[in-house]
């Protein structure tokens, strides 16, 4: 099955790259390596404010770092120039606005790399980091960076 039947068969249209917040480009492509800056969860096209462990549980967590696959699927493939370019995603750092008492990070970001693995078979399997933090920019819930091998 190509990517693209998997992202259909998965109801998922990519979306446009977004326009960054600041002064920074939205990926960069080194040799064989894409860099995707951050992306923070977006719900209705807003940003998925919120607190875990305050006013967010793991589950929904889970959906926002979905979320947050999507944005980035929908990067990757305008730095590739297709998805079909990926030859593996190679790491992932997502950063969970949480309280200090939180301590399912790895769990909310179980959300992305599920989507990856789903999207792109052994190929979307990644090392990973995944941090707690006091906040995020917007006050979004979750924020996450990918590191993907092109060809």
């Known amino acids: 099955m190509s990517i693209a039947d998997r992202l259909q ?44 462990g305050k006013t967010m549980g793991t589950a929904e967590g889970q959906q926002a ?20 370019k ?6 992932v750092m997502s950063l969970v606005n949480s309280t200090p008492e939180f301590t399912e990070q790895h ?15 052994e190929a979307g399997r990644h090392a990973r980091s995944a941090f707690g933090v006091a906040q995020i920019p917007l006050g979004s819930c979750v924020e996450i960076e990918l590191i993907a091998e092109v060809q």
């Open 9 to 52: 068969a998965l109801g998922i249209t990519l979306p446009a790259v977004a326009t960054p917040a600041a002064s920074y480009l939205p990926y960069m492509r080194t040799g064989n390596l894409v860099f995707l800056s951050g992306h923070i969860a977006k719900k209705d096209g807003q940003v998925w404010v919120g607190q875990l």
């Open 65 to 84: 770092a979905r979320a947050v696959a999507i944005d980035l699927l929908g990067t990757l493939n305008a730095a590739a120039g297709g998805l079909d």
């Open 86 to 91: 990926v030859v593996r995603i190679v790491k």
């Open 107 to 121: 769990l909310v970001t179980n959300g992305c790399s599920e989507l990856l693995a789903e999207v792109f078979g």
